[in-house]
């Protein structure tokens, strides 16, 4: 491939005009523009339409402060899913960071989640790693609630 003799000019030019794009538009400017010109809803189903929600369970199912796992998606995207609140919950993965076991959560150990595999241990609050060999965090998934079920996005799962 040949190389490009002149490279993109540096975005540091502005428009001195409020109402004019800059030259090198941000992210925050777009959304700035979208946002003035009421299109906020149609970004944000946008952004729905990408997401997966999948039914986890009814609410009542599922006790303060204390992990369940859930197999979502026919079993191929197991989650941990914790009722911190009336209608608050918080979802992590259950795959390990590391090599990608299927991870624990026992009620004799409640502040962390294990995994068989190599031990790897992740704090029941946040995913973060407590203990290696894995060394990021279990990835959390959006949770949110409608009509007294539970839904998780799993999106960003598979
Ligand atoms: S696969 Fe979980 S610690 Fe290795």
Redesign the pocket.
Known sequence: MPKDPTPAPACSAQSSDADQAPLCPTRRWLLERALALGALPLLASVADAAARWTNAGAVKNFALNRPRKVNLSGGQVPVFVIRTGTNKFTCFSAI?T????V?NWSATHPTYFE?P????KFARTTGAVTRG??RRALPRLPVRVVSGKVQVDISSAI
Not at 98 to 101: A, I, L, M, S, V
């Open positions: 390990c590391h090599q990608g076991t991870i995994c595999s190599h031990g790897s060999p894995a």
